[in-house]
């Protein structure tokens, strides 16, 4: 057990449709981040946060957006859903931003679109 | 562009047959390289970060080491549970890209007995 929790565990939705993918990161870290993994295209990092604030963005779409709450827990909105969303949403967590702090991952949310 | 790619995609071994699994690397200045193993359907669990070239580490029957363009895990005695499939991933020095991981798609590694 990392210590990352992520809910729900699995997600269906149809098009269109709009979902909040949830993330409480370790204790004591500040750093979150969010990423796709497909079978296509593997994991893409999408955002990252650090103790509230976007700290680096990737390859995450219009439709997509996150924050950081002052708890320091993390949600990732995902809109107007389309089939090719479907995937596991990954969230992990480190302690600091600047520093080369290990990033522990969550179970992920699988998403399925149909 | 910063690019990681594994090697083999995937990789099948008997009970006891050592192997190595490749991570090569293009990156604008390396920060450090993770090790991941990921069961289906679980997140990725984290074994090793190497930092400079030279650098070596193990874990178990897991051994893993660094070079200035490449990375290897090695594999030695593997038994059945230690099938997954292994992840590799850079952390650039590039500020505009914070501190994310770029990840190579993988190896599925399969010990039967």
């Known amino acids: 057990d990392s210590g990352v929790t992520q809910t729900p565990k699995h997600l269906i939705t149809a098009t269109g449709q709009r979902v909040t993918l949830r993330c409480s990161p370790r204790?004591?870290?500040?750093?979150v981040y969010w990423y796709q993994q497909s079978l296509d295209q593997g994991l893409q990092f999408l955002i990252q946060?650090?103790?509230?604030?976007?700290?680096a963005k990737g390859n995450i779409l219009e439709r997509f957006s996150a924050q950081q709450f002052p708890d320091l827990h993390s949600e990732l909105n995902l809109s107007s859903l389309e089939l090719g969303d479907s995937a596991l949403y990954l969230c992990?967590?480190?302690?600091?931003?600047?520093?080369?702090?290990?990033?522990?991952f969550g179970p992920g949310t699988r998403l399925t679109v149909l | 562009e910063d690019q990681v790619t594994q090697s083999p995609e995937a990789l099948r071994l008997q009970e006891g047959e050592s192997s190595s699994l490749n991570c090569s690397y293009t990156?604008?200045?390396?920060?450090?390289l993770f090790w991941y193993r990921q069961d289906p359907g679980k997140g990725p669990e984290f074994l090793f970060t190497?930092?400079?070239a030279g650098e070596e580490k193990e874990k178990e029957r897991l051994k893993a080491t660094l070079t200035k363009k490449e990375s290897f895990l090695h594999i030695t005695a593997p038994k059945p549970e230690d099938s997954a499939t292994y992840l590799c991933?850079?952390?650039?020095?590039?500020?505009?890209?914070?501190?994310?991981?770029?990840f190579g798609k993988g190896t599925t590694l399969s010990v039967s007995s």
């Open positions: 992990a967590s480190s302690v600091g931003e600047g520093n080369l702090g290990t990033q522990y």
């Open positions: 190497l930092y400079s």
């Open positions: 946060y650090y103790n509230g604030e976007e700290r």
């Open positions: 991933a850079v952390q650039a020095r590039r500020l505009q890209a914070g501190t994310a991981l770029i």
């Open positions: 990156v604008s200045g390396l920060r450090g």
């Open positions: 204790s004591g870290d500040l750093s």
